[in-house]
């Protein structure tokens, strides 16, 4: 049984948002309630429209942001106990803009290099041998060390990107959008490698992204969020094959088409988002369901179903089919 990286139980994170001047402040809950197993090896993708909560997760596993309620375990241990040199080692984000996420008036070797002198390491030999096998490791070449940020390619640039995070060998990678910023001819590139890496170094990816056909192509299991709660989860052969929810139907059917005949998909969910800061009551995805119940209006429960998929919708639950019937 493959080693449980990542556990997060009843995780929940609130902002509080000004309302104006002598309004106070109101409460906006960007995390609600989520529970999420990563184990050793997979690929976890997080998907979801924009404002559903993905980033704000990865936040609060990568440590960058503390949770309201709930807890979040790191390899066994509780990120709240994790010192921050450990916890770094463990995990570790590679970000979405190559461009702004990389310092332009450091060489390439000082910025790969850098989480190791933050880890103590002082000696400047060691650290260029195991910058540049890392280099090597993402496909730089050796002549790469002493450029600039603004000397290289996007993909290149991403490739540096990938060899900072991965220069002290953390156990955990978290990729924001990781290829949304580069040609769709070097897309391809930094997923097969992200791939390689994965299976070379034994490596445990979070994936956040609106691109389907990328996690398609790299995911092992997908988690669907939608107004901060995780509404389906399901290894990815699965969820593509046979969506559950209809908020995840809606997402697989979203996807442009090169056919031109086929024009713009019609997902049947409104140009309007609800607000998250008045979300509506019981399933949040009620008011643009096209499959939408009386009983709607109360909270579903998170079911278990067969193949460790989890959907959290009235239509796969069975109290809730009978009393409709």
Request: net charge positive; proline share 7%.
């Amino acid at each position: 049984m493959s080693a449980v990286m990542i556990n997060a139980k009843n995780v929940t994170r609130n902002f509080s948002i000004s309302r104006g001047m002598f309004r106070g402040k109101q409460i906006l809950r960007a995390v609600s309630g989520v529970d999420l197993t990563v184990k050793k090896g997979e690929v976890l993708a997080l998907v979801g429209e924009s404002g559903c909560g993905k980033t704000t997760l990865a936040k609060i596993i990568l440590g960058l942001l503390p949770q309201t309620t709930g807890s979040v375990d790191l390899c066994g241990q509780s990120i709240m106990d994790l010192p921050r040199l450990e916890l770094a080692r463990t995990i570790q984000p590679i970000f979405q803009d190559p461009y702004s996420s990389l310092n332009p008036r450091k060489t390439i070797g000082s910025i790969i290099g850098l989480p190791m002198r933050v880890q103590g390491v002082e000696n400047s030999a060691t650290i260029r041998r195991k910058v540049q096998k890392t280099m090597d490791l993402v496909g730089l070449a050796a002549r790469h060390y002493n450029a600039y940020p603004n000397q290289l390619s996007g993909g290149q640039r991403q490739r540096v990107a990938i060899a900072r995070a991965l220069v002290n060998r953390p156990q955990i990678v978290v990729c924001d959008e990781p290829t949304s910023a580069l040609d769709v001819s070097v897309q391809s590139q930094i997923l097969n490698l992200l791939s390689d890496l994965r299976k070379e170094l034994n490596l445990t990816y979070i994936i956040i992204s609106h691109n389907l056909a990328v996690v398609e192509h790299i995911a092992t299991r997908v988690a669907v969020m939608y107004l901060g709660r995780l509404v389906e989860e399901a290894k990815t052969s699965i969820l593509f094959n046979n969506p559950h929810h209809p908020y995840t139907r809606a997402l697989l059917e979203s996807v442009l088409t090169p056919e031109p005949d086929l024009g713009i998909p019609n997902t049947q969910l409104g140009a309007s988002y609800p607000n998250p800061i008045d979300p509506p009551s019981g399933c949040a995805f009620h008011p643009r369901c096209a499959q939408v119940m009386p009983h709607c209006a109360m909270t579903p429960p998170l079911s278990n179903n067969v193949n460790g998929r989890f959907v959290e919708c009235h239509i796969y639950n069975d109290d809730s089919a009978e009393n409709a019937d």
